[in-house]
T-cell receptor
Framework: AQSVTQLDSQVPVFEEAPVELRCNYSSSVSVYLFWYVQYPNQGLQLLLKYLSGSTLVKGINGFEAEFNKSQTSFHLRKPSVHISDTAEYFCAVTPNTGFQKLVFGTGTRLLVSP | EAGVAQSPRYKIIEKRQSVAFWCNPISGHATLYWYQQILGQGPKLLIQFQNNGVVDDSQLPKDRFSAERLKGVDSTLKIQPAKLEDSAVYLC???????????FGNGTRLTVT
């Protein structure tokens, strides 16, 4: 079985500052990794995904994440955040046999203030 | 393309009442999922359909929850009778296949009083 740990429940940051949201996973098999964003009262939107190949993955809205197999991590980064990035961010994992059986972390709330 | 449609957006019921949620996936998407998202937690898979057949319902509390996907398109999720701990957002998602990324609807927020 897979599991995901998002250590930070909330990350406050000032506008235009860089941010990193941490994600660690556990799995006995190879995995696919995802970051989703959830704005208030909305569903989840896919930010980026790692399937294979380059460990640095670029997504929408200027976000990127780096897969580190030895540390079983998939941290999300953005060099300069905007107020509009305020949202809940979820890391998710699934066995690399498909996109089903997604297991989500508990989420990190990013709070961007002016 | 139109996204995953869910209704209602909000529902408030008393415990022991019944409730149903509806989901219309993106056209052509064979795989449909229902997730439960309790406040402060990540979404948890309840049931997965491939066309009109159930692929995985191992985490569905079958004593009170039921779901169907007639004709392999729309789906309904029902809770009968509801308990306080069922208060959550119920998310529907669809994908072209099990090898494709999921697209989520905006969810139905259920409050059980």
């Amino acid at each position: 079985a897979q599991s995901v740990t998002q250590l930070d429940s909330q990350v406050p940051v000032f506008e235009e500052a860089p941010v990193e949201l941490r994600c660690n996973y556990s799995s006995s098999v190879s995995v696919y990794l995802f970051w989703y964003v959830q704005y208030p009262n909305q569903g989840l939107q896919l930010l980026l995904k790692y399937l294979s190949g380059s460990t640095l993955v670029k997504g929408i809205n200027g976000f990127e994440a780096e897969f580190n197999k030895s540390q079983t991590s998939f941290h999300l980064r953005k060099p300069s955040v905007h107020i509009s990035d305020t949202a809940e961010y979820f890391c998710a994992v699934t066995p690399n046999t498909g996109f089903q059986k997604l297991v989500f972390g508990t989420g990190t709330r990013l709070l961007v203030s002016p | 393309e139109a996204g995953v449609a869910q209704s209602p957006r909000y529902k408030i019921i008393e415990k022991r009442q019944s409730v149903a949620f509806w989901c219309n996936p993106i056209s052509g998407h064979a795989t449909l999922y229902w997730y439960q998202q309790i406040l402060g937690q990540g979404p948890k898979l309840l049931i997965q359909f491939q066309n009109n057949g159930v692929v995985d319902d191992s985490q569905l509390p079958k004593d009170r929850f039921s779901a169907e996907r007639l004709k392999g398109v729309d789906s309904t999720l029902k809770i009968q009778p509801a308990k306080l701990e069922d208060s959550a957002v119920y998310l529907c998602a669809s994908s072209l296949s099990t090898d494709s990324p999921l697209h989520f609807g905006n969810g139905t927020r259920l409050t059980v009083t």
